[in-house]
């Protein structure tokens, strides 16, 4: 039983404060954001110039050399800086095993070798994070990268927390709910996040080796609300629904020919984009009424033709079975924001080098090839890259209010442009956003303007004048947060903005605004209404608090 081994493992690693502050700490701040690119040589610099003006080895410094850098470390070091689990401990959980010894490196030359060392088999790393339930921090076990290996990855290799994750992670709907989601969990990040605001997660991959260390780091990390289960896509939770669904499925496209390798983490085993589109068309099935799914994916360019077409028909199709006949007849609601396209060449370059092959070797270069005649033989001109969020609808039957039906959310975009400030996460965005559109969404006009607006916190407004002029020639209202969008206003608009302070109605403001400009306040009012809709849809304006919901 390893369980009470992996609370030895805690408790020493919380001893030793193995966390990222003290990390940094070791090396500094330039270190560390090279360790970030993947170069260790000035962390492993600065390690040995601290080793060398020690008195006693600190704890961290040995944890540091082998669970973050991947490099052997003295069996008694490991013992004294794990003494609670101690070296044997960690042989068991398969943290380490005994060193083969082989002569130092030109980047590390330090390294002594010898048969009383033992060097990892694992990468183990303090993540800490903020998001809408405060600060956290978590260690994560995951399997060693190129670095340290010295040579590609291995198909089945369990990736770490990376910047995909880190896109996901703040991506995620904080909303409490009572079940959740986590497809292709890989070292289980997503289901440690999920878990603090799902009551109950269950997170489920193809890989054993994968459920293994998410396990291990559920346990590590003291969260008890998940389980784990093995199989593909949605095979281990047929005929459930969940609340929330989280993925990071293996998005990646990769030639499906001989020899080019197929890595768990990232590579669905299907051709083209087809298992981003699986992954779309079996989530309204396992949704709740009123229930999100969230995913990342990559989506092909055809010939001419625009991705968006493809990604609509994938999310109007018909819903597969899956057993329970639970698949709802109202298509589900679509929000999906592309951030990146690429060549095929750079998409290519991207994923070769992705997987530990490096440029100018006959590798790369075969696999580079195979890339591109793939790309080619399916007509694909680009790939694009983005988040999709997913809703079923709370109810089948069209929404009405007052008699007026509530059309379907079904927006697809580009935003490529950097987003805003969210320290939290960009997640509540998210829920804010949806939350503002369903409800001006099932109001018709004269109700959305007998309603009271208030101006999101994170907005201003720029005007700029020509010199000695009173009036402004260009003014723009500028999102601080969320995904930093910035709009154009005209006159009324920005007069509109201006009063929205949550005490007069929409229609009376915009009556008082056609007598000053002289305009008619039937017309303006159809001008504006659609307008303020739009920026409520983006967080720019905000419901009254008793509206607010979905």
């Known amino acids: 039983m390893t369980a009470p081994l992996i609370d030895q493992l805690r408790a020493d690693l919380t001893a030793a404060n193995f966390s990222v502050t ?28 601290l080793r060398g003006s020690l008195v006693v080895l600190e704890p961290n410094v040995v944890l540091a050399q082998l669970f973050v850098l991947g490099l052997p470390v003295e069996r008694d070091e490991l013992d004294t800086a794990l003494p609670t689990l101690g070296v044997a401990g960690a042989e068991t959980l398969g943290l380490v095993g005994a060193h083969h010894a082989h002569a130092g490196t030109a980047e590390n030359p330090t390294v002594h070798t010898g048969p009383r060392q033992v060097e990892p088999l694992v990468h183990l790393r303090p993540y800490s994070f903020v998001d809408a339930h405060g600060a956290g921090s978590w260690w994560i076990t995951s399997d060693l990268g190129e670095l340290a290996l010295g040579h590609p990855l291995g198909e089945n290799h369990v990736l770490g927390v990376g910047g995909a994750s880190l896109t996901l992670s703040a991506l995620m709907i904080p909303a409490p709910v009572e079940s ?38 559920a346990r590590l990390n003291q969260v008890e609300n998940i389980e784990f289960r093995l199989g593909s896509l949605f095979e281990p939770v047929a005929g459930e629904r969940f609340d929330h669904i989280i993925s990071n499925p293996p998005f990646v496209i990769t030639p499906r020919v001989e020899g080019v390798p197929s890595y768990e983490y990232r590579d669905g085993g299907l051709v083209g984009d087809a298992l981003v589109e699986a992954v779309v068309r079996g989530a309204a099935a396992h949704l709740t009424p009123g229930g999100v799914a969230q995913l990342l994916g990559n989506w092909e360019y055809h010939d001419e033709a625009d991705a968006f077409a493809r990604l609509t028909g994938w999310i109007d199709a018909p819903y597969p079975e899956d057993g329970a006949g639970d698949a709802p007849s109202a298509p589900l609601d679509a929000w999906i924001i592309e951030r990146e ?52 609808p709370a109810t089948d039957a069209p929404a009405r209010h007052s008699g007026h039906v509530r059309p379907r959310l079904l927006r697809l975009e580009r935003l490529p442009e950097a987003l805003g400030h969210n ?24 109700s959305l303007s007998r309603s009271t607006l208030t101006v999101g916190s994170d907005v201003t407004e720029e005007r700029h004048f020509w010199p000695g002029q009173e009036d402004p020639t260009l003014m723009t209202l500028h999102q601080g947060g969320g995904f930093g969008r910035s709009v154009p206003l005209d ?23 056609a007598q000053l400009l002289e305009a008619d306040a039937t017309a303006l009012r159809a001008e504006l209404l659609p307008r303020v809709r739009a920026l409520l849809d983006d967080g720019f304006l905000e419901p009254p608090a008793a509206g607010s919901g979905a």
């Open 22 to 49: 003290a990390l940094t700490g070791l090396w500094g701040i330039d270190a560390d954001a090279a360790l970030h690119r993947n170069q260790r040589v000035p962390a492993l610099r600065a390690l040995a110039r």
């Open 491 to 513: 006159t009324a608009q920005a007069a509109l903005i201006g009063a929205c302070d949550g005490e007069l109605p929409v229609g009376a403001i915009i009556d008082a605004i």
């Open 423 to 446: 320290a939290a996460g960009i997640g509540s965005h998210l829920a804010e956003c949806l939350a503002a559109h369903y409800w001006q969404a099932g109001l018709d006009d004269d």
């Open 180 to 217: 959740a989601l986590d497809l292709g969990t890989g070292c289980g990040i997503q289901a440690l996040h999920a878990s603090r605001h799902a009551a109950r997660v269950v997170a489920t991959d193809i890989s054993e080796r994968a459920l293994e260390l998410a396990a291990l780091n």
């Open 341 to 392: 396209v690429q060549a095929p060449t750079g998409y290519a370059e991207t994923w070769i080098r992705d997987g530990g092959t490096r440029p100018e070797t006959p590798d790369f270069d075969r696999l580079y090839g195979a890339w591109l005649d793939d790309f080619e033989a399916r007509g694909v001109r680009q790939v694009g890259f983005g988040y999709m969020l997913l809703r079923r």
